[in-house]
C-alpha cells in the first residue's frame, strides 16, 4: 500500500470540493456510531457527486492499492464505516437525488438520502418504504442497502433486501455495472442484485439504488402489556405469532424501560420486568380485533397491565419510547451495542440466558427487541475508565454471540458484521460457508481494497 | 471429460435403486418441458434420498470431470434441465421431506416436494406459502427457488426470493454448506442465500430450503373485464397499479381467450380483443370496494362487459381459465413459450410491440400477462412440420426479447435463462454485468461441471 500517493491528479479529475485531505476535517469521516477506537487516519476523503465521481476514486485507489472505506451517514454500529490507515473514505453524503414512479410503485434513490427522505418522497404520492431502523432520520438508504438493515415493521414487512430491485454498483476495478431494475420480476442472469445487498462495501460501492414501494401503511392500532416475569412477555411473543402478523411486536426489559423513563417521565412501569408494545395495521375493524385478540394472550400469560391505545398519538409515544432505548441506555455509560438473533421459538431461552450473562459478569444489560423476529439488542453498559468492568463487559459481549449461535441463531440480525464483530463470524458461518464468503470476495475484489478488515 | 466413466464405485457408494444407467429408462429425464431438441443422453440419473447422495454424485462427477446436470420435477420451460451428453442427471424428486413451524413461521423443504404440496403442508397451519407458477400442481419446489419462480400472486407478495431464508447445498466439489435458517433478520456474512436463488443450477445444488410463510390468504373477490381495444385493456392495469394493489391482475388477448374457449365452453367473449381477471384478498368489506374502484377503472377506460364475481367458485373458474391459457395454446401446434418483462408504464408498448410483430412475421402469437408486474407470456405457435413457419416463428421469437430489452425490460421475468434464452443474456445485461455473473460461475465452479451450458 502506497499510503503516500500524491493526490493531485485524484483532485485534479474530480470536481472542486470533492476532496478532503486536511486532517481536522477528516476526523469527522473517521468513525460511525460505532466509535471503533481503532479507527485509521484516510490519506484522503472523498465527498462523491456521482457514480463516475465514485469509479474516478477507486480507480485511482485500485493504481495505487490504496484501501477504499465506503461511507453512507456514518450511523453504522458495527464499525463497517472505520477509517483505515491510508485508505480514501469514500462518502456518498452528496449523492441526493430521488425520482418516484406512482405507476410502476419504484423509486430510483442515490444512496446519500436519508432513509426518512425516502418515505417522504414516497409519501407523496401514497406510497410507503417500508424499512425502518430507529435510525431511520439520520441513517442514509445507501448505508440501509450496504447492511441489509432492518427495524421495527420487519416481523410484518420483511427487510431491506425485499425492497431491492435493482442498483448501480462500482465494482473494484472502477467499474460501474447496473444490475436489475424497475422490474418486479427479472430472473436473466444471477441474483447479483440481492449478492450486493448486505455485502457492507466488501463487494462494491453502491450508488444508485431502485427500490420497490408499497401502497401507503393504514393508520396503526397501538397494544402495550407489562409482564412481572420475562417468561410471561416471551411466552406471549410465541402466542401470538403463531397466529398473528402484528406490524410490530417491540420487546423492552427492565433496565431499558428504566431508563427510557429517566428521560421522557412519560409514566412507564418502573417495576416491570418486561413490556411489549405491539402494533396492527389492518383495517380499523380488523385492527381493533386483532388488538383484542393480543390483549386475551397477553391476559392469559398474566399481564401485569394492558393498554390499548386506539389514538394513533398515543401510539406514536409509546413507539418513540421504544425508539428512544438506545440513546437512553447511552446515557448510563459506554454501549457494547448487541445485535443477536434467534428462530423465535428460542427468543426466550436468549433473553434468559442474556440475565445469566449479566449477573455472572456483574454488567448492566439492557435488552430491546424485535421480538415478532426473535431479533434482541442486549445493550452492555460500562464505564471505560473502569478496566476490570470495561474486560467483564467485553466478555459478556463475546458470551453473547456464542450464546445465540448455541440457540442456532446468528451474530447479526441487522446492523451489519463490519469490524466489531467480525472474529465471530467465522464460528457462525463455519469453515464451508465461510470459505465461500472468501471465494467470492477474492473473484470480485482480487487487490482486497474495499473495505479491508470489514466482514473478513 | 471422460463420459465413459466406470459408475460401478459409485453405484456402489449409493443407496440401492439410486443410480439409472438404462437408456430406456434415462430417457424421461433428458428433457424438461422446454422439449429441448438438442438435449444429449445422460451417462447415469442418480434418483438421490438425501444431501449426502448428492453429495456422492457431485464428487464423483468432480472426480472424473463429468458434467453434473441438476433436475427438480422437469416443469422447467427454458430448457435448465436438458440433459448434456455423458452428464449425471442429478433428479432430487425422491427428497420429499417437509416441516412446518407455525410459531417461526418457517418451514423446512426438501427439494423434491411440488409447490402445491408446500403450500397444502403450510394451510393445515392455517399458512400460506404464496409463490403460485401456472404449473404450481407439477413443479417442484426446488426447481422454484432454482429459476427463483414467479406467479399469479407475485404482483401483491413478490417472488419465491422474497421467501426463502436459507439453503442447503451442495457445491461443484461436494461440499455441502448451509446458508441463512429460520431467522427473518440475518446479515452476517454476504447473501448468498439470494445468490443461489435463481442460479439455475449452475453453482450448486439445492438440497434443502428453509421457506418464511405467512397467515393464510383471506378468500378473494375477483373482476373479470373484457375490452375491445389491447390499449384500453393495458391502460386500465396503469390505472391500477398506480392506486390499489390488488392480489391477482391477469391479462390475456383476442387469441388466448379462444384456446381457452375453444377447450373449456365456458363462455368467454370471443370478440374481446383483452380481458383482465382482477382479484382482491383485502378483509371481505375492502375488497368490495376495491373490486368496485376497480371496475369504474375498466368502463371509464371503455371495457365492453365489467363483471364481478363474488362467489369463490365463479372467481376460480376465470383463474383457473387463466392457468389453461397454455395447455389451451398449446394445442393450436408446437409452442415457443416467452417470458419477457417490462416496467409496468411500457406494458402497452410490449403488447403492442408483439402484435406488430406477429403480423409482421405472419405467425401466431398469443399473449397472457401478469399484466400487474409488467411479466408476459408470448405464446408463438407453429407446426413443426412447416421448415418456412418454423423459421418465422424463430425470428419472431428473437424479436420479441429484442423488444422486451429496447423498452427497458427483460428476457425473462420467470423462467429462467436456461438453453433456450443463453444466446441473447449478453445484450441483456451488457459486457460489465454479463462479466461479473462468469466471475461468480468460474469462482464456485472452476472446473465448470455444474449445468454446463445453462445460462452462460
Not at 438493515?149 to 425492497?163: F, H, N, P, R
Not at 427500490?211 to 410465541?238: G, N, W
Request: charged fraction near 20%; glycine fraction near 8%; charge should be negative.
Amino acid at each position: 500500500m502506497t499510503a503516500s500517493a500524491d493526490l493531485a491528479p485524484l483532485v485534479a479529475a474530480l470536481p472542486a470540493d470533492c476532496v478532503i485531505a486536511d486532517p481536522d476535517r477528516m476526523d469527522a469521516y473517521r468513525r460511525d456510531r460505532a466509535n471503533d477506537p481503532h479507527a485509521g487516519v484516510p490519506l484522503a476523503v472523498i465527498r462523491a457527486t456521482c457514480t463516475e465521481d465514485v469509479q474516478t476514486a477507486v480507480r485511482f485507489a485500485a493504481a495505487h492499492r490504496i484501501p477504499v472505506v465506503p461511507r453512507g451517514a456514518g450511523s453504522g454500529l458495527s464499525g463497517g464505516s472505520s477509517a483505515v490507515d491510508g485508505c480514501l473514505v469514500v462518502s456518498t453524503e452528496r449523492m441526493r437525488k430521488i425520482t418516484v414512479d406512482p405507476t410502476s410503485r419504484t423509486a430510483v434513490v442515490e444512496p446519500g438520502l436519508f432513509n426518512a427522505e425516502v418515505k417522504a418522497a414516497a409519501a407523496e404520492h401514497g406510497l410507503w418504504y417500508p424499512p425502518d431502523p430507529s435510525s431511520y432520520e439520520f441513517c442514509s438508504i445507501g448505508g440501509n442497502v450496504a447492511t441489509n438493515a432492518g427495524g421495527l415493521c420487519c416481523v410484518k414487512y420483511g427487510v431491506t433486501s425485499d425492497y431491492v430491485l435493482g442498483l448501480t454498483v462500482v465494482l473494484a476495478d472502477g467499474t460501474a455495472v447496473e444490475l436489475g431494475g424497475p422490474r418486479l420480476k427479472d430472473v436473466a442472469g444471477l441474483s447479483l442484485t440481492k449478492l450486493f445487498v448486505g455485502s457492507e462495501g466488501t463487494l462494491g460501492i453502491i450508488t444508485r439504488i431502485v427500490l420497490r414501494l408499497i401502497p401507503a401503511q393504514r393508520p396503526r392500532a397501538t397494544l402495550v402489556a407489562t409482564f412481572a416475569s420475562l417468561e410471561d412477555a416471551t411466552r406471549t411473543v410465541l402466542d401470538v405469532t403463531r397466529g398473528i402478523r402484528p406490524s410490530m411486536l417491540e420487546f423492552m426489559d427492565r433496565t431499558s424501560i428504566n431508563a427510557v423513563e429517566d428521560l421522557t417521565r412519560m409514566g412507564l412501569d418502573r417495576t416491570a420486568e418486561a413490556m411489549l408494545v405491539i402494533q396492527s395495521d389492518e383495517p380499523a375493524a380488523h385492527a381493533a380485533a386483532e388488538i383484542a385478540h393480543i390483549g386475551e394472550l397477553c391476559r392469559a400469560n398474566h399481564a401485569v397491565e394492558v393498554f390499548a391505545a386506539d389514538d394513533p398519538e398515543t401510539g406514536e409515544a409509546f413507539t418513540t419510547a421504544r425508539r428512544m432505548a438506545i440513546p437512553a441506555v447511552e446515557k448510563k455509560g459506554s454501549l457494547l451495542l448487541e445485535d443477536v438473533g434467534v428462530p423465535v421459538p428460542e427468543l426466550g431461552a436468549l433473553v434468559r440466558g442474556v440475565a445469566a450473562i449479566s449477573a455472572a459478569r456483574d454488567v448492566t444489560i439492557a435488552v430491546i427487541a424485535h421480538a415478532g423476529d426473535g431479533n434482541t439488542h442486549p445493550l452492555i453498559v460500562f464505564d471505560p475508565m473502569d478496566a476490570d468492568q470495561s474486560a467483564r463487559a467485553h466478555l459478556a459481549y463475546a458470551q453473547v454471540m456464542d450464546l445465540a449461535i448455541a440457540l442456532g441463531g446468528t451474530i447479526t440480525g441487522e446492523h451489519g458484521v463490519g469490524r466489531l464483530k467480525k472474529a465471530w463470524l467465522p464460528d457462525y458461518l463455519g469453515p464451508d460457508a465461510l470459505e465461500l464468503n472468501r471465494r467470492i470476495k477474492n473473484a470480485l475484489d482480487p487487490l482486497g481494497i474495499l473495505n479491508p478488515g470489514a466482514v473478513f
